[in-house]
Every structure is written in C-alpha cells, then in structure tokens.
C-alpha cells in the first residue's frame, strides 16, 4: 500500500490528490486544464503563471512572465511559446483576464463605480476617492476576490445609495464585523471618515452593548457611570496609552464581572442599593475568584452612592499558599510525638509551625532565645516581649536542651546557637532545616503563612509583630487575609442561615 504524497503547500488553499500529473509543479492533481506548450497545468500553476511579473529571462523585457524556461526560469508568452493572449482589452496591460477580456483592475474598476453609482451627478467626492485607493493597491486580485463577497458588496451598494451615510456613527450601528472594520479604515485612510482612536471607539460601543443587557435600570445606570466615569474616562485621559491594549481588557474584565454581579444581586429581587455586606461576601465565597473583580466596581458604586458603603478585599494572592488550621493542628500533633525525628529538628518545626517563625531565622537564633521564668515556665524572647510556649512544646523544648548539654565533644556546650551546626560554633544551615522539613512533607511557605494567620486570630497584629518581630505590613497583609477569607465566610455563612426560610 503506498501513500499518496503529501501536498506541498503553496499558494492558496490545500488541494487534494489526483490521478493527473501537472508537467510545472509535478504534482498529482484532480485535473489539470490550461494547455501551454510544456502541457495542460493545473489551475494553482496557471493562477500563479497570470500573477507572475518582471523582465523576462530570456528575452530581457519587463511584461507578464507567464512561462517557464526549462530550468523553471520566468519568461514572456512570445518566448515560451504561449498563443494566449493576457492583454487586456480595455487598458493594454497584460495580466489575469477575467470578464470580457479585462484585467483584474478594469474589472475592479467598473464593478466599483456601479456599486458607489459613481456616475451620479451628486456622488461624494469622497467615494471617488475610495474607489482610488482600492484601484492603487498592487495586488488587484485580493480586491477582486473580496468584491466576490457579499457583505462587503452590501457595504459598498449602502454606501452608493446613500443608505449608509457617511459617518461614524451609522458604522457604529452596524454589527462590527470584519467587513464593517475593513470598509471603516478605508474610509478613514481616504479622509472620507475622521480618524479617531478605533480601539477606545470599539471598547465605547462594547459598553453601550454589555450594559444592554441589565434589566434593572438602577443597576444598569450604575454599571454604566462606572464603565464611563472610572475607565472610559481613565483610557481617553491617555495615562494608560502606553499598554491600552491591556487596560482595555482589564476594564472589559472589571465591567463584565460588575455586570455579573448586579445580576445576581437582581436574581434574589433585591434593589442594587439594598444589598448588604453579607451578600458580597456571599457572592466572593461562592464563586471562581474572579469574582474579586468586582472590588472597583463596589468602591466606585460606594462612593456614588448607588450602594451602602460595601468592601471587598483584592484577590488573595495566587502564590501565597496556606495550610488550614487543621492541617496544622495534625502537623503539630504529629511532631510532639514524633521519636523518629531528633528533638532538635522538631523544635524548630515547632517554632515554625507554632510560632511562625521564618527558617532564616529559626538557624540563628541564638541559645537565649529560650528562658526560664522564676516560676519555671519557658518562654520564647525574640524581640522583647516574652511569649510562653506552651505544654507539651515546652516539654520538648527541655528535651531539645537536655540532649544539647549531654554533648560530650565540648564543641555543643560552647556553642552559642539554639540549633549547633557540625562545625565548630556554627548554627545549622537553612539547607538543612528546609530538607528536614521537606522530607517531613511540609510546605515551609505554606505552614508560616499558616501559622502567622491563625497567630494574628489570637491576638491583634501589632501584638504579634511586636512579641515574634514582625513587621506591622506583613502582619496587616495577614489580618486582611484573615479579616477576608475567614471571618467573612463565617458571616457569610451566617447570612445564609438568616436568610434560609424556617421550617
Ligand atoms: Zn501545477
Ligand atoms: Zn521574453
Ligand atoms: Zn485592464
């Protein structure tokens, strides 16, 4: 069984296979059928033969080079023998002859005046012009091709009559399709139509339309001050002009998710100016979150007082992970009972996963970083506050100290660090804690975040960061968190049970 060979692909579209072989391009066609001296070609060869010009190989002169020499070399028809004639009847150019002996451009040209009636007496001068433009370009066949297609022949025919007046605006009004954008640059190239800035004009009418969708006028006039007063407003400033392209999207993402919103909100036949806290809440909980998207919308609507003052947090950030609070309650569990790993390496999971502490600073802390009080409990001094650590963690921090003094190499005893590394007076590498908890299966990033949050729960940030020597930033990004995925979501919850009709 042998395979048809595979189709080269050249011009225009990729054709079958056939039984016949073209004597130009060699290949096996369905049917060749213009007969030149060399043979009958296929209609690919004799398409690209009529659209071949330049000074001819054999004979020097400049003309249509529809043959080919036996090194497949362009030559003149005189020269390869060609009794086709592909002057054209009307011009005396040579080229592609395509209705009553005509070129592509004496076609193109009589086909344009009778759609833009250009013989009128009253034509607009600037249909004259477009006509021009069309008849300048080089490659006639392209306008001859797209004259062949029938919107933008309706475009053409609308715009001779009259039909389609001369403006933007009655552009605006048609759907925006290819044609709609092709005939409009056109136009504006001919100063037939104002230039204006095409994609702030396309992103105006996407409003106009995305908007028509809201049942609800309230809403659909909220929507619509804030697509018009906050981006379009923005993007016609020009301050984004630099990457529009990407301003544009974002404001189409900002204004479809506020579109989805008021929608939903409508959905529970509630008024936009009704709707509570709780229900943003709700609606952040219960969806992709995307829907954080709404955020300007709501801090846009707050202020125009087309809603009660409303909050919605930014989108957590994809890259901070986070272990739940019960994964970390398994994790500290699992490490307090833990024989098979060294009291060394399970202190120091615990100060990270109890205390968040970071792993940088875990390695280094310094052998005093651990009292005791008079009444002998333990407690953790990292800045200058004095955190207790509780039972059974202070248990095993004894432990952890106890094996540490019973080093007999001397070397321990000396060492200043709460973890000693193997050299002489060094503390632990961060290597070796994050491969002792990567061979623990815990993600360090995941558990500290963890940990910070439900620290921050506990007891109010600026305590935290004070007693565990965090900066009070880092801590807000954390309360925010906190303030938003947890808390919000329980009042959320809380919403629904208020709302769910009693049995
Ligand atoms: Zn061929
Ligand atoms: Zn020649
Ligand atoms: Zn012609």
Known sequence: MTEPPAPRRGRGRPRAAGAVDCPRCHEMVPRVKYSFPEGRICGRCFDEAIHTSGRCARCGIARLLPGRDSRGAAICGDCAGIRMSFRCGTCGEEGALKRAGQCERCVNRVDLSEYLRLDRPAADPALDRLRDRLLSADRQASIYQWLRLKRPRDLLHALGSGELPLTHESFDALPQDAAVRHMRALLVDVDALPRRDEPLAQ???????????????????????FARWHHL???????ERWDSQRSVHNAKQEITVAVDFVGWISSRGMPLAQCSQADVDEWLVTGATTRYTVRQFLLFASRAQDTVPLDVPRRPARSTRRISQEERLAAIGSFLQD???????????????????????????????????????????????????????????RDHLAARSRDRTG???????????????????????????AGLGVNVLAAKNGALDELVAAMPAPMVADALGFSYTALGQHERYRGSQYERYVSARQGLEARRPRR
């Open 203 to 225: 992103f105006e009418m996407w409003i106009t339309s995305k908007i028509a969708s809201i049942d609800d006028k309230t809403a659909r006039d909220a929507v619509d001050r």
């Open 411 to 437: 070397n321990v005893a000396r060492n200043p660090f709460l973890f000693p590394g193997t050299r002489a007076g060094s503390h632990v590498t961060q290597n070796h804690l994050r491969t002792v908890i």
């Open 339 to 397: 024989e098979t790993v060294t009291p060394a390496d399970r202190v120091a999971m615990l100060l990270l996963l109890v205390f968040a502490q970071p792993v940088a600073r875990i390695v280094e802390f310094p052998l005093t970083v651990i009292r005791e009080l008079d009444d002998s409990r333990l407690v953790l001094e990292v800045v200058s506050d004095q955190v207790p650590i509780p039972e059974p963690f202070a248990s095993l921090v």
């Open 233 to 239: 407003k923005r993007l016609r400033a020009g301050t």
